[in-house]
């Protein structure tokens, strides 16, 4: 039986829902979104021909889909088999080409085909018109470097045949926790995805979850919707970038057909290649059908409890809220049962314990949660059974964990080598402890923007070496990570300079424990007591995706240490501790 019969039943929650969005210039309310015309396709390649990031709509290395791309200007000879052999002074020739394969009769090819296949050369420096070839004085492009058009498959849904947690971007909508649980889906149970997912003729469909009260039991609820998208309106009212999350395209194309372009006018012909490329569409599709389901069902599928909190269906004069307003900020470990329904086997969150004097208890205070990464594994969850797991972050808890790391350091003899620094994070301590007692809203919000402005400035590489130096003692560098997370408290906005994102969520890809010799432990969830003295929390990795595709940690404003900014990254177990709030987690059967 599940562990619950109705979210209701959930674990209650504390903290503020995650709900940030990877840019601060979003426009506000439902009214500054509309859907683009001219169905899925049309608002797929629009999508893409705003991704200009890491390949995700660059395709060969240009963001337009759909359009012409350029081509090289080719001297006379650049082309394979036209290459002019007589002397200097008669060097304006004219070659009779025999043309295999023009626009009406392309040549399908995965690959570069041999010039040969598209066009021979008849006869060099022809005087005169030779029957059944064509005339060409000029030539541009060859088999290596063609003129390039490229566009979508006919209706694209996936990359590969099924969804990936690759595929998610976040847009302008602070739904982070839905994508975050949609990224865990892909990586541990995508059929549940594929399987209910439908797109074709202009629209798509999902059956998802909804609770009834009256059963009780959660039963299917099919949502249907277009597949025009929504994009942010300018103030002229023209299409500017999606709202909703982005849609990545394949930089390898699916097709490719080759073929001469002659053109009679100019004598001139051209070698064309027209590429088709695969975009995971499912991800929009599915994130504007969830908004469509919250209007109806709320956000975790339980009427009861849609109009109980800030995220309510209907607001104070009872008019009909948005889906994009209905979903702005929620938690994670509630969105499965949207899902899955009853068999969610168990749902809940879990807060990461701390002591940032002794790292080796830290581990010992969250078996829980080890032995739940584990679980991402398969161990001990059971047959046909799923672990999904979010990390989350507080600005709360990134406050106190700054100022407890401030208070380690300055009350260590040492700091006072570093006098100068010592009193700004004096200062910086003092700041915090009066944020967190203060009661009054303004000032509270006054007191944080200080602290996140110091937060900053003590962060910023080049202002205090000593936080950036490798051979400086660890605890500067966990002061420098906290600092990194607290600058941007409040925002997911980023000078390039950040660590971890407050307000946020993250899926959980995995986790590799080490011991100190550096050798990968196979840990045992039935026996994790003899285990956790001899974890590193140093050498052991937790693998963390942040659904933005971009922003991973970069405290040197260098780009992220595996030189990809895709959203994937490593934190040593340490700095998942440290620089994490909780885990969010769901059994669920399969």
Same mark, same amino acid.
């Given at each position: 039986? /599940?562990?619950?019969?109705?979210?209701?039943?959930?674990?209650?929650?504390?903290?503020?829902?995650?709900?940030?969005?990877?840019?601060?210039?979003?426009?506000?309310?439902?009214?500054?979104?509309?859907?683009?015309?001219?169905?899925?396709?049309?608002?797929?390649?629009?999508?893409?021909?705003?991704?200009?990031?890491?390949?995700?709509?660059?395709?060969?290395?240009?963001?337009?889909?759909?359009?012409?791309?350029?081509?090289?200007?080719? #001297?006379?000879?650049?082309?394979?088999?036209?290459?002019?052999?007589?002397?200097?002074?008669?060097?304006?020739?004219?070659?009779?080409?025999?043309?295999?394969?023009?626009?009406?009769?392309?040549?399908?090819?995965?690959?570069?085909?041999?010039?040969?296949?598209?066009?021979? =050369?008849?006869?060099?420096?022809? *005087?005169?018109?030779?029957?059944?070839?064509?005339?060409?004085?000029?030539?541009?492009?060859?088999?290596?470097?063609?003129?390039?058009?490229?566009?979508?498959?006919?209706?694209?849904?996936?990359?590969?045949?099924?969804?990936?947690?690759?595929?998610?971007?976040?847009?302008?909508?602070?739904?982070?926790?839905?994508?975050?649980?949609?990224?865990?889906?892909?990586?541990? $149970? /995508?059929?549940?995805?594929?399987?209910?997912?439908?797109?074709?003729?202009?629209?798509?469909?999902?059956?998802?979850?909804?609770?009834?009260?009256?059963?009780?039991?959660?039963? #299917?609820?099919?949502?249907?919707?277009?597949?025009?998208?929504?994009?942010?309106?300018?103030?002229?009212?023209?299409?500017?970038?999606?709202?909703?999350?982005?849609?990545?395209?394949?930089?390898? /194309?699916?097709?490719?057909?080759?073929?001469?372009?002659?053109?009679?006018?100019?004598?001139?012909?051209?070698?064309?290649?027209?590429?088709?490329?695969?975009?995971?569409?499912?991800?929009?599709?599915?994130?504007?059908?969830?908004?469509?389901?919250?209007?109806?069902?709320?956000?975790?599928?339980?009427?009861?409890?849609?109009?109980?909190?800030?995220?309510?269906?209907?607001?104070?004069?009872?008019?009909?809220?948005?889906?994009?307003?209905?979903?702005?900020?929620?938690?994670?470990?509630?969105?499965?049962?949207?899902?899955?329904?009853?068999?969610?086997?168990? $749902?809940?969150?879990?807060?990461?314990?701390?002591?940032?004097?002794?790292?080796?208890?830290?581990?010992?205070?969250?078996?829980?949660?080890?032995?739940?990464?584990?679980?991402?594994?398969?161990?001990?969850?059971? *047959?046909?059974?799923?672990?999904?797991?979010?990390?989350?972050?507080?600005?709360?808890?990134?406050?106190?964990?700054?100022?407890?790391?401030? $208070? =380690?350091?300055?009350?260590?003899?040492?700091?006072?080598?570093?006098?100068?620094?010592?009193?700004? =994070?004096?200062?910086?301590?003092?700041?915090?402890?009066?944020?967190?007692?203060?009661?009054?809203?303004?000032?509270?919000?006054?007191?944080?923007?200080?602290?996140?402005?110091?937060?900053?400035?003590?962060?910023?590489?080049?202002?205090?070496?000593?936080?950036?130096?490798?051979?400086?003692?660890?605890?500067?560098?966990?002061?420098?990570?906290?600092?990194?997370?607290?600058?941007?408290?409040?925002?997911?906005?980023?000078?390039?300079?950040?660590?971890?994102?407050?307000?946020?969520?993250?899926?959980?890809?995995?986790?590799?424990?080490?011991?100190?010799?550096?050798?990968?432990?196979?840990?045992?969830?039935?026996?994790? #007591?003899?285990?956790?003295?001899?974890?590193?929390?140093?050498?052991?990795?937790?693998?963390?995706?942040?659904?933005?595709?971009?922003?991973?940690?970069?405290?040197?404003?260098?780009?992220?240490?595996?030189?990809?900014?895709?959203?994937?990254?490593?934190?040593?177990?340490?700095?998942?501790?440290?620089?994490?709030?909780?885990?969010?987690?769901?059994?669920?059967?399969?």
């Amino acid at each position: 039986m /599940p562990s619950h019969q109705s979210p209701s039943q959930s674990t209650e929650q504390t903290r503020a829902p995650r709900r940030d969005a990877p840019t601060t210039d979003a426009p506000e309310g439902a009214m500054a979104v509309q859907e683009a015309p001219g169905g899925g396709n049309a608002a797929a390649a629009d999508a893409i021909n705003q991704a200009n990031r890491e390949g995700r709509g660059a395709l060969n290395g240009d963001p337009t889909v759909g359009a012409d791309l350029g081509f090289r200007e080719a #001297d006379v000879g650049d082309v394979q088999g036209l290459e002019y052999t007589g002397p200097a002074e008669a060097r304006d020739v004219a070659w009779a080409v025999e043309i295999h394969h023009d626009e009406s009769n392309k040549l399908p090819f995965d690959g570069t085909p041999d010039a040969s296949q598209l066009y021979t =050369l008849v006869e060099e420096n022809a *005087n005169e018109s030779v029957p059944g070839t064509q005339t060409v004085v000029s030539v541009e492009g060859d088999t290596q470097q063609p003129y390039l058009t490229q566009n979508l498959v006919d209706e694209p849904l996936y990359i590969n045949g099924a969804p990936s947690s690759a595929d998610i971007e976040q847009g302008y909508v602070g739904d982070c926790y839905f994508l975050a649980v949609v990224g865990q889906l892909a990586n541990q $149970d /995508p059929s549940r995805i594929s399987s209910d997912l439908n797109a074709g003729g202009g629209n798509a469909s999902f059956t998802f979850k909804a609770y009834d009260p009256a059963g009780p039991a959660w039963n #299917d609820e099919a949502v249907s919707a277009s597949t025009e998208l929504a994009f942010s309106v300018e103030d002229d009212g023209a299409l500017d970038e999606l709202h909703g999350v982005g849609i990545r395209a394949n930089p390898l /194309p699916a097709h490719s057909e080759w073929w001469v372009d002659y053109d009679a006018s100019t004598s001139s012909m051209t070698v064309m290649r027209d590429d088709e490329h695969e975009a995971a569409t499912w991800v929009a599709y599915l994130e504007k059908l969830y908004m469509k389901f919250v209007e109806t069902h709320g956000q975790y599928g339980d009427i009861q409890d849609a109009n109980s909190n800030s995220n309510a269906i209907v607001d104070s004069n009872g008019d009909q809220n948005s889906g994009y307003e209905i979903a702005d900020g929620g938690f994670e470990h509630q969105v499965y049962q949207v899902f899955y329904g009853s068999d969610v086997v168990s $749902d809940r969150s879990i807060d990461m314990n701390f002591d940032a004097t002794d790292m080796s208890n830290t581990v010992v205070q969250n078996k829980n949660i080890i032995r739940r990464l584990l679980q991402l594994d398969g161990q001990g969850v059971g *047959n046909d059974r799923a672990a999904m797991m979010t990390a989350w972050a507080d600005s709360d808890v990134h406050f106190d964990r700054l100022k407890t790391q401030i $208070d =380690l350091i300055t009350g260590d003899a040492d700091s006072e080598r570093y006098r100068s620094l010592r009193r700004i =994070l004096v200062r910086l301590s003092g700041r915090i402890g009066r944020w967190s007692a203060e009661a009054d809203d303004a000032k509270k919000d006054a007191l944080a923007d200080k602290i996140t402005g110091s937060a900053e400035s003590l962060a910023k590489p080049g202002n205090w070496p000593l936080l950036h130096d490798p051979g400086s003692d660890k605890k500067w560098h966990d002061l420098l990570e906290l600092a990194s997370d607290v600058q941007h408290a409040g925002t997911d906005s980023s000078n390039g300079v950040r660590n971890v994102y407050s307000g946020h969520a993250y899926s959980v890809m995995g986790a590799t424990f080490k011991d100190s010799a550096g050798a990968v432990m196979a840990l045992d969830p039935r026996n994790l #007591d003899a285990d956790l003295p001899n974890i590193d929390p140093q050498a052991s990795k937790v693998e963390l995706r942040n659904p933005h595709h971009t922003n991973e940690p970069d405290m040197e404003g260098n780009g992220p240490l595996d030189g990809n900014d895709d959203g994937r990254f490593d934190m040593t177990l340490d700095q998942f501790f440290r620089n994490l709030s909780g885990i969010d987690i769901a059994i669920v059967r399969t």
